[in-house]
């Protein structure tokens, strides 16, 4: 998961502007390498991962020993839908290949908007999305049969991202790869 997700992730990633002192929340963190990522980035900041997985959390926590030791990055086995922090309280969350999973995706994105500060960022990566190329529209919903989970085109991002309280709502598209990236303010 960790290597096959790097270059989604890294072209996700490009479209928001990090700085150092960031508090950033990865829901859904898995492996933990982008929880990683963030963290040689926001060297003066924290970042935290939250996964409902106890095997992911473990992992996650092994990927991140060095950044937990030096008090940069916290693990913490959670569901989305209960996210355990205080309203207002990071700059960015991301979720990379993550909110296909998610129970009740506007109630979850509202638990999201919570813990975001003002002017907090959205940031959600996705490799699955209803794209307009035939042939890796049709690989996808096989996927998402298989994997008993719902994809969205870029209206229905913007739509369900708006319902749960967000805006400068903004959707790109890596169309020869069936990539999506979702940006949205708090
Ligand atoms: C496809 S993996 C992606 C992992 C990682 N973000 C990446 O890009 O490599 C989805 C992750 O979301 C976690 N997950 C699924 N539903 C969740 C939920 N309701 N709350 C928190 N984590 C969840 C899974 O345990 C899994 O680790």
């Not at 959600?124 to 719902?150: M, P, Q, S, T």
Request: with cysteine; hydrophobic share 40%; aromatic share 12%.
């Amino acid at each position: 998961m960790n290597v096959s997700h790097a270059s989604l992730a890294e072209w996700g990633s490009s479209h928001i502007k990090l700085r150092k002192d960031m508090i950033i929340l990865d829901v859904g963190c898995g492996g933990g390498a982008n929880v990683n990522r963030f963290a040689q980035f926001a060297s003066d900041g924290r970042v935290f991962g939250i996964d409902y997985s106890p095997t992911s959390v473990k992992v996650s926590k092994e990927v991140n020993k060095k950044y937990i030791e030096e008090g940069i990055v916290e693990i913490r086995e959670s569901s989305v839908s209960y996210i355990p922090f205080e309203d207002n309280t990071f700059d960015v969350v991301s979720g990379f290949e993550a909110y296909y999973f998610w129970p009740d995706l506007v109630n979850d994105l509202k638990e999201i908007h919570r813990v975001l500060k003002i002017n907090g960022v959205l940031l959600l990566v996705n490799e699955g999305y209803k794209c307009e190329n035939k042939e890796i529209r049709k690989i996808v919903e096989n996927w998402a049969k298989l994997g008993n989970f719902k994809l969205h085109s870029p209206e229905e991002y913007r739509d369900f991202l708006s319902k749960a309280g967000f805006s400068e709502i903004e959707v790109y598209e890596q169309k020869e790869k069936g990539w999506i990236t979702a940006i949205a303010t708090k």
